[in-house]
Nanobody, 123 residues
Framework: QVQLVESGGGLVQAGGSLRLSCSAS????????VGWFRQAPGKGREFVAA???????TYADSVQGRFTISRDNAKNTVYLRMNSLKPEDTAVYYC?????????????????WGQGTQVTVSS
């Protein structure tokens, strides 16, 4: 069982930066793949980035080159550094975790979810 808590969201101007954190409970966190998803008003949940147990990373095309995902297993925490933010990045951001993913892009594959943190980018 893993419990996830996101933090670090807020209001930022276009071009600015934020760092989201996803803190996890559980002694076996290091073996989980952790993903970030986002959901804008009136839209479905969208894959943003993920980091695997072996530190391999994957990004959505829309954030490639602007966002960086990383993990610190000693702190049971995954980070999402977001640079060059755009108004279209505005959404609730969720972190999710799973041990046995077949499709890293699919939110249905992740068993554990945080409560979400709001990111608002003003133009």
């Amino acid at each position: 069982q893993v419990q996830l808590v996101e933090s670090g969201g807020g209001l930022v101007q276009a071009g600015g930066s934020l760092r989201l954190s996803c803190s996890a409970s559980g002694r076996t966190f290091s073996i989980y793949t952790v993903g970030w998803f986002r959901q804008a008003p009136g839209k479905g949940r969208e894959f943003v980035a993920a980091v695997r147990w072996n530190f391999g990373v994957t990004y959505a095309d829309s954030v490639q080159g602007r966002f960086t995902i990383s993990r610190d297993n000693a702190k049971n925490t995954v980070y999402l550094r977001m640079n060059s933010l755009k108004p279209e990045d505005t959404a609730v951001y969720y972190c999710a975790a799973d041990k046995t993913l077949r499709d890293i892009y699919s939110d249905h594959e992740y068993d554990y979810w945080g409560q979400g943190t709001q990111v608002t980018v003003s133009s």
